[in-house]
Every structure is written in C-alpha cells, then in structure tokens.
C-alpha cells in the first residue's frame, strides 16, 4: 500500500512518500531540505537592509519541526536549516531560554516548547473561518467519502488549518499542520490561480529556483491547472502529486479581504475517481468556497 494512505488505525508514515519530507516546496527529491522548506532567495535577502538574519535563521530553527517530528537534535536542525551546527547550536541555546524549544536532556534532543504552541494556538483561535466551514466540510467530506482540507500557504507550501474525513476505512495520512506541495497539489495550484498576477510571478520564480530541470514539467501543469480553474471553477491534481492520490480544489478570500485560502477534497484514487469528482463533487465544493467567502464576518 502506498504510503500516503493508512488504515484508521494505522500509525501515520511520512505524506510524501519514502525519502520525502514533509515540508517539500515542489516534491523533487533532488530539493534540498533548506530549499524545501521556501526561504526568500538568498541573493534578495541580501538586498534588504530592514532583514534581520539572526531572526530569520531562529524562526527557520523552529520551521524545521514538521509535524511528524517528535524531537530533533542540533545536528538534524543544522541539516535542514543548511547552517552551522555551532550556529544552530547557539540558536536552540536562545529558543530554549525563551520557551520556544524544550531541551530533553534523556536524548539530548529539543521539542517544540510552549511559546510557540501559544503562538499556533493564538493564530488558529483567530481563525473565525474554520467553526464555520467545519461543519459544512464535513458534509462534503461525508458525502464523497473522502477528505476536505482548509489551508493556507506558508512559503511555497499549504498548510492544513483544518481537516475533515469520512468514515472510510482508507484516507490520506495528513492532518492539521501538514504541509503539501504548493506547484503539484490541487489546492497549491488553487491558490496559484486566485493570487494575485505580481504575487504568482514571484512564486514561480522561486520555484522554478528549486528545480530547473523538472520547471518545464511543473509550469506545464500549473498552467493548466489555472486554465482549468477559468473553465471548471476548479483545480485538479489526478495522480500529479501522488499518483494514487486524485483531488480538486477551490480558493477564496474570506470576507472578500483577509489572506487567500484554498479548499481541497482528495483522496486514494481507486476510491475517488475523476469523473465522480469533477460531475458530483465540483459543484458542491465550488458552493462550499462561494458560501464560505460571504460567511466569514471581520
């Protein structure tokens, strides 16, 4: 069995295969853990005399952490950060003084501290969207056997801020605070079609930076999928992420102002076939944005 599907009782394995990581910007193999993760591109940061390096290399500590993460050493943190261990070492110091890491001394590893769950907890609180949509997501989710997601983007990934799943035996092993890719996955390339011209431009430039070779590939199916979206009201990823994961999605603004976000329905592809998503499901999911895009109040 593939490894993004799971029983209900099955121990979650990493959502983007084997030898991925959970916070991959384009789902390239060859894209290194630092790349992956959508920092600014060096070269403009450089540029910028108001950037504050120090304060961007410990928040990038903390961005290591993926959900599946229980504990990681300064080692692994230097890995994916592509910094110093000496570097990292000084930063896990400063974090763990400021409760943002906890240091188990047993392992000789950090956890993610209390300050910073006071931080997601003080973002999602502000999240008025997902009491609304929670219920009307599971309907969906009911509905087509599946899962819906709510997410929002963080660098060249979606994040999950809310999730909804059917009673079916197999799912997606993704969860609130998963990452997915933002170039492969239907609700990555949703947002691609409703941001903004100037704000696209500049997210594929960033991932075309990734990875030159596969960029052909890639801007083929956003292209297409930003087609698609004009025509269907949606946009799809049927095996382009995963190949046995098949999903649309739509993106939206609440109340017409705040940040854009995007909501998917996927699922394994033996049980969630094209046909049935874009004639039962489409224009369910397409309401599902319209209604969400008016409800949310300021």
């Not at 500590?61 to 000084?90: H, I, W, Y």
């Not at 590893?109 to 003080?122: E, I, K, M």
């Not at 076939?273 to 969400?292: H, I, K, N, T, Y």
Request: include cysteine; aromatic fraction near 6%.
């Amino acid at each position: 069995m593939h490894s993004s599907l799971i029983g209900r009782d099955s121990a979650a394995p990493d959502p983007l295969g084997p030898g991925r990581e959970d916070d991959s910007a384009i789902g390239s193999p060859e894209t290194g853990d630092d790349e992956m993760a959508g920092a600014p591109p060096k070269g403009k940061v450089k540029e910028d005399r108001h950037f504050v390096t120090a304060l961007a290399r410990g928040l990038e500590v903390l961005s290591c952490f993926r959900s599946s993460d229980k504990m990681l050493g300064n080692q692994e943190l230097a890995r994916r950060c592509g910094l110093p261990k000496s570097t990292v070492s000084r930063l896990t110091y400063t974090l763990t003084k400021l409760g943002f890491l906890d240091y188990v001394e047993e392992s000789g590893r950090y956890r993610l501290g209390s300050a910073t769950l006071s931080l997601g907890s003080a973002m999602l609180a502000r999240m008025d969207v997902r009491q609304i949509a929670r219920p009307l997501m599971q309907d969906l989710a009911d509905f087509s056997q599946a899962m819906v997601s709510l997410g929002s983007r963080d660098r060249l990934s979606m994040i999950y801020v809310e999730n909804c799943r059917s009673q079916s035996a197999l799912t997606l092993s993704l969860d609130v605070g998963s990452r997915i890719p933002l170039a492969t996955t239907a609700m990555g390339r949703a947002y691609l079609a409703m941001c903004s011209e100037a704000e696209r431009n500049d997210l594929m430039d960033r991932i075309r930076e990734l990875d030159e070779l596969a960029w052909p590939r890639i801007h083929e199916g956003i292209e297409a999928a930003i087609a698609q979206y004009r025509e269907l009201g949606v946009c799809c990823s049927f095996g382009d992420w995963q190949k046995d994961v098949n999903a649309i999605a739509v993106a939206f603004r609440p109340d017409g102002g705040r940040s854009l976000m995007a909501i998917n329905c996927g699922g394994p592809a033996f049980n969630l076939s094209r046909d049935f998503l874009l004639e039962e499901v489409r224009p369910r999911l397409v309401a599902l944005g319209a209604r969400l895009e008016r409800s949310v109040t300021r």
